[in-house]
């Protein structure tokens, strides 16, 4: 079974930076695509960082802002939070969808960590 493990969440003021990783327990011989999603309390779980062969995507409201890195070798993502704001505040959760199942080598899954706490304060 593969777990995704986020860490990197917290507190901060608005203006702080934080840095988000997702590490996967067991490695992946191919990723591909990788991503970030927020979701914050009462409202749905949205793309906001979002990264594959075809290029990288982020939501209107974090471009310019976060940036979003993955380290294949070490089956590992990160996304960078820069100049954070009260309304980029939810629990972070990383997706990978890839081949990381040692009994079925050639099959694709998706994969969710279980979320990590963002709180900005004004």
């Known amino acids: 079974q593969v777990r995704l493990v986020e860490s990197g969440g917290g507190l901060v003021q608005a203006g702080e930076s934080l840095r988000l990783t997702c590490a996967a327990s067991?490695?992946?011989?191919?990723?591909?695509?990788a991503g970030w999603y927020r979701q914050a309390p009462g409202n749905q779980r949205d793309l906001v960082a979002g990264?594959?062969?075809?290029?990288?995507r982020y939501a209107d409201s974090v471009k310019g802002r976060f940036t979003i890195s993955r380290d294949d070798a070490k089956s590992t993502i990160y996304l960078q939070m820069n100049s954070l704001k009260p309304e980029d505040a939810g629990v972070y959760y990383c997706?990978?969808?890839?081949?990381?199942?040692?009994?079925?080598?050639?099959?694709?899954?998706?994969?969710w960590g279980q979320g990590t706490q963002v709180t900005v304060s004004s």
């Open positions: 067991r490695s992946f011989s191919r990723i591909v695509y």
């Open positions: 990264t594959s062969s075809g290029g990288t």
């Open positions: 997706h990978i969808e890839g081949y990381a199942d040692p009994d079925r080598p050639f099959r694709k899954n998706d994969y």
